[in-house]
């Protein structure tokens, strides 16, 4: 008989700093990959489209734009591709209740497996201030090029990679490039 309990606590121990060694629980990386894998089926099945979250975040900003200058928005296409026909809130739409749900979802993973406090994840030569300067920045990066690239990287690599999309494969493949060209800058801060 097979042993779930093994496929949801795959690493036992994190030592991500000297001397700090907790115990943490994370479910197996190839369960998980099945599982993201039936979810993306069931989104074009259900849906008729895949996944993508940077969609959301562009809904905001339209509705923040239009409650700030309305006839800045009126005559852009851009935010009216958000906004709608303005009969039905912007914010309902899947894609929001998908990001509510993929939040809510990994806090309960956390609450589940004692992972919930507030702390920083850090190397020991760099400081919280920077830490937070350094993902921001990343963050704002990897926002910046979602739009640049018409998808973020759950849209591009999921939804475009399993169409088999040249598009979505260059993006991850890029990704991985540009991760790997970086962590040469980057690497001493975490060691």
Request: proline fraction near 2%.
């Amino acid at each position: 008989m097979l042993n779930f309990k093994k496929w949801f606590s795959h690493h036992h121990e994190d030592n991500a700093m000297e001397g700090h060694l907790t115990q943490k629980h994370y479910t197996n990386p190839y369960l998980i990959g099945l599982l993201l894998g039936i979810v993306l089926l069931s989104t074009f099945v259900i849906m008729g489209r895949g996944l993508g979250a940077s969609g959301v975040l562009s809904t905001t900003v339209s509705v923040a734009v239009d409650k700030v200058a309305p006839s800045h928005t009126e005559n852009n296409e851009f935010y009216q591709g958000y906004l709608g026909d303005g009969t039905k809130s912007p914010f309902k739409d899947w894609l929001t209740f998908s990001i509510i749900g993929t939040v809510l979802g990994g806090f309960i993973s956390g609450a589940i497996s004692g992972r919930n406090k507030l702390m920083v994840e850090k190397g020991p030569r760099v400081s919280s201030k920077k830490r937070f300067l350094f993902a921001f920045v990343g963050g704002s990066l990897m926002g910046f090029g979602a739009k640049m690239a018409r998808g973020c990287t759950s849209g591009q690599a999921l939804t475009g990679g399993s169409l088999l999309s040249v598009g979505g494969w260059a993006f991850m493949i890029m990704v991985f490039v540009g991760a790997y060209a970086m962590a040469y800058f980057v690497r001493r801060q975490w060691t």
